[in-house]
């Protein structure tokens, strides 16, 4: 299957702070908020949820097709990507800018408090799909993304009849209900996680049953609690996979996507796919950074395997090397 991945191409410091967000937070001065935490650790990445999930889905042996715009600043991380497999040929480079920024800090209790430089990004409305895609895709993934660039691709598949997954997430926030119910018009599957969920019923209107009757597939990630995939006839729970050792959650959606859509791209039923993203995610949460989990593909069946049963579908992964 070939897929194109949208999304914001960006480098991320991670910090680490060793107390609680809330004990600085005070109800009663939010109007008046001043706060500075102090952090123990700090470290740069590879980041960006484009390459995010094109990382992993390269690992899961697809070639994905990474489509945005990077600054000056891409060479290194270029190749590091185009080494795992994914194709940045739809990648445009913006050589007077630096690529996008993201900067997140993460209390003991896992809670995140983040802000983003746009950078490069906001050069992304002016690349298109069939400006940066060599034929037509099978899917294409409108992940967070410089907001006219995501609706400019919402309506580009539809026009085109390529099937998408609407992946709003982040930039639920900043654009308003009338940009988000229009971009998950006829998408194949909108998904964000149960909080982003909540805000985008409350700014849209929109109940459960008003967005699948606009798109085909709901999911709804509930971190610790797994996800939820609601399809036009049933509701399938998916289950985390269990670790003894959590290091940051940085990244963990980003990854399920990815193996979401390496089940979509082998055919796999909503039950296996769901499972394979569950999985990425988790290797995605014992790392440190968004791109620093490795794993071949005969340790990730083995692993599937130890807590789920594939009923043979991941056969495919060692016998083709799909």
């Not at 949820?49 to 891409?74: H, K, M, R, S």
């Not at 809670?111 to 490069?120: D, L, W």
Request: glycine residues 10%; hydrophobic residues 40%.
């Amino acid at each position: 299957m070939k897929i194109a991945i949208t999304g914001s191409i960006a480098f991320d410091y991670i910090m680490t702070y060793p107390g609680e967000f809330k004990e600085m937070l005070l109800a009663e001065s939010l109007e008046h908020i001043s706060v500075s935490f102090l952090v123990d650790v700090m470290t740069r990445h590879y980041g960006g949820v484009g390459p995010n999930i094109a990382y992993t889905l390269a690992l899961l042996g697809e070639q994905p097709i990474l489509v945005g715009t990077a600054g000056q600043d891409f060479g290194e991380y270029r190749a590091c990507l185009e080494e795992v497999g994914v194709d940045t040929s739809g990648t445009r480079i913006c050589d007077d800018l630096f690529t996008a920024s993201f900067f997140v800090s993460t209390d003991c209790r896992n809670n995140q408090i983040a802000s983003f430089y746009t950078g490069a990004m906001a050069r992304a409305c002016d690349l298109s799909l069939k400006e940066a895609v060599d034929g037509t895709p099978d899917m294409v993934v409108i992940s967070p993304n410089d907001p006219i660039a995501m609706r400019n691709y919402a309506a580009e598949c539809r026009s085109l009849h390529i099937p998408y997954l609407y992946d709003p997430s982040q930039q639920v926030a900043r654009v308003g209900g009338e940009e988000l119910a229009d971009g998950l018009e006829g998408a194949y599957i909108l998904i964000v996680n149960e909080y982003e969920y909540a805000a985008l019923c409350k700014k849209t209107g929109l109940a459960q049953a008003d967005i699948l009757s606009r798109a085909k597939n709901l999911i709804v990630t509930r971190g610790e609690n797994g996800c939820d995939i609601y399809t036009q006839d049933r509701t399938i729970h998916i289950p985390v996979v269990p670790t003894d050792h959590i290091a940051d959650p940085t990244g963990v959606g980003d990854a399920f996507r990815a193996g979401l859509l390496k089940g979509l791209a082998a055919g796999w039923p909503w039950e296996i796919s769901g499972r394979v993203g569950a999985l990425a995610a988790t290797y995605v949460l014992e790392q440190r950074g968004t791109q620093n989990h490795s794993f071949t593909r005969q340790e990730f069946v083995q692993r599937f395997r130890r807590h789920f049963d594939d009923k043979g579908c991941l056969d495919a992964m060692l016998e083709n090397g799909i």
